[in-house]
């Protein structure tokens, strides 16, 4: 009887070493004469553990990792295959604390499924979502997302379902639904393994989106540096179209859903919506003036519903088990979950699925378990590139919209940085305002410009006398006003955020008196 063992072909994983692994674990079966079948599935997400190899007994799975091609004899001697004890044994995957304290509802079957399997994902729950949402009218799909109360987890946190609305309310002979999976947050990775790792519960999520709203077709805008997550999407599309869950006729309802992946442009600009409609019509990459908003007037001037990855997977399971089931987790205005990603300087990263309402501090000493260097956590940056620095004394924020949003930080899409007491807060303000004029599309003045002296005031700060670090504070302050106030996306009006955290919570390190002893 064939034994199945997992092999991650996450391109995390990959980057550790999977792919020799699988290679290995295959030729070694062969030359004991054992039947193995092997099984690249996606990332369970704890990634100082990858690569992480999982074998199929008769107890459940058992998981080994960090395994490296050169561990693999030791296995098979180990009996591996049967569960044998072994140094790098980790004993039932779903056992293992760091997962089993999770609630995995949008990346259940990560990890779990063969991503490229139609049958996998059906035999996983998968379609079940789509299944109701054919039975039910466009209104009823639309008032089941209201109220569950998601909200965009692509950054900007609004209510998906309101967004659904308005494009199901806007009368055109032609509507569109656009993934934006063009993740270019530092920290984050959480829309590249649902691709990598489940993608046909994004299919699925935005084949339910097109019957909710009235679109016929879908566009995947994927990030030019995921081939991986292209190759993974391709097959999926292929082999949902082969099972009648794509194309003229969806699952014999007489409904149409056509989606094609295209390739981004390589510009964290595209990231904001309406830079990605342009650069996916075709054009430079630059924002549009809102109104009219996408909803209403988006692609190729038709009503365009625009979401993020996880917004767009995590809809099936709304459809499946009910608004209800999903609002009863969270917490306020904040339901459901929300996929975290833990980088930077911190011991273990992975990706954390748990409802809103846990702390920083749970994340990132529990989870996380602290430092990668063993130094004191000194700054936490959540929500990407333009996400406030948040200061070690209020680690124990919750993880809530509202929360962050009172200690002038936002959540973002979910990626969480971690930093040391060696950071050097002063050039981590200067990376933000580089970053900006770097990567601005120069529509607007604000963005533009702004950013661009925003560098060179705080590099005057930082060199200057007191007198002058007081007056060139202030300039910098009235700038950053400025940008937020006066930039058309965004990119410009939060690119201050951090600037702005860091001389507030880390004056020192603008001043020279930084406490930045290495021992």
């Not at 016929?216 to 190759?231: F, V």
């Amino acid at each position: 009887m064939s034994i199945t063992v997992y092999v991650p072909r996450d391109a995390g994983a990959l980057s550790l070493g999977a792919e020799d692994v699988a290679k290995v674990i295959e030729a070694e079966a062969q030359t004991r004469n054992l039947d193995v079948r092997i099984v690249r599935n996606g990332s369970r997400g704890l990634y100082w553990l990858e690569p992480m190899v999982e074998v199929e007994t008769a107890s459940g799975r058992i998981a080994y990792g960090p395994v490296q091609a050169t561990d693999v004899a030791a296995l098979f001697d180990a009996d591996f295959l049967h569960g044998g004890e072994d140094v790098l044994a980790l004993g039932l995957t779903e056992e293992i604390p760091w997962l089993k304290s999770q609630q995995r509802l949008t990346f259940a079957r990560v990890g779990v499924v063969d991503p490229r399997s139609l049958d996998d994902y059906r035999a996983h729950g998968g379609y079940r979502g789509l299944a109701a949402a054919l039975k039910m009218e466009p209104s009823a799909i639309v008032q089941a997302v209201i109220d569950s109360g998601l909200r965009g987890r692509g950054g900007a946190a609004f209510p998906a379902g309101i967004k659904w609305k308005t494009c199901l309310d806007a009368g055109a002979d032609q509507k569109y639904i656009v993934c934006n999976a063009d993740e270019g947050d530092s920290g984050t990775f959480s829309d590249r393994m649902i691709m990598e790792g489940d993608p046909f519960v994004l299919i699925e999520g935005m084949t339910i989106a097109g019957l909710a709203v009235g679109a016929t077709q879908g566009y995947i805008y994927l990030r030019i540096e995921y081939p991986h997550a292209q190759r993974a999407l391709e097959a999926a599309i292929d082999a949902a179209k082969a099972g009648g869950f794509l194309g003229d006729n969806l699952c014999d309802s007489g409904k149409t859903f056509h989606l094609e992946v295209r390739m981004a442009a390589g510009a964290y600009i595209c990231g904001e919506e309406t830079s990605l409609l342009e650069s996916l019509e075709g054009k430079r990459g630059q924002v549009r003036f809102k109104p009219p908003l996408p909803a209403i007037q988006g692609l190729f001037g038709k009503p365009t519903v625009i979401n993020n990855v996880i917004t767009l997977a995590t809809v099936p399971i709304i459809l499946d088990r009910g608004a209800t089931f999903y609002r009863d987790f969270g917490t306020g205005r904040s339901r459901g979950t929300l996929p975290l990603q833990l980088a930077g300087n911190i011991k273990r990263p992975g990706l954390v699925e748990r409802a809103f309402g846990l702390t920083l501090r749970e994340l990132i000493e529990d989870y996380g378990g602290g430092t990668a260097s063993g130094r004191p956590v000194r700054a936490i940056q959540v929500g990407g590139p333009l996400g406030a620095y948040i200061a070690v004394s209020r680690l124990d924020t919750p993880i809530d919209y509202e929360a962050f949003a009172a200690i002038n930080g936002m959540v973002g899409h979910g990626g969480v940085v971690v930093f040391d007491d060696t950071v050097d807060m002063a050039a981590q303000a200067r990376f933000a305002m580089e970053f900006c004029a770097i990567e601005s599309c120069g529509k607007c003045t604000p963005c533009r410009i702004g950013s661009t002296r925003g560098v060179e005031v705080i590099d005057r700060i930082v060199a200057g006398s007191v007198a002058e670090r007081e007056r060139n504070e202030v300039l910098l302050r009235d700038l950053c006003q400025t940008m937020v106030a006066g930039s058309l996306c965004a990119l410009g009006g939060m690119a201050p955020f951090p600037v702005l955290s860091a001389l507030d919570h880390f004056s020192e390190d603008f001043t020279g008196t930084a406490q930045k002893a290495v021992s």
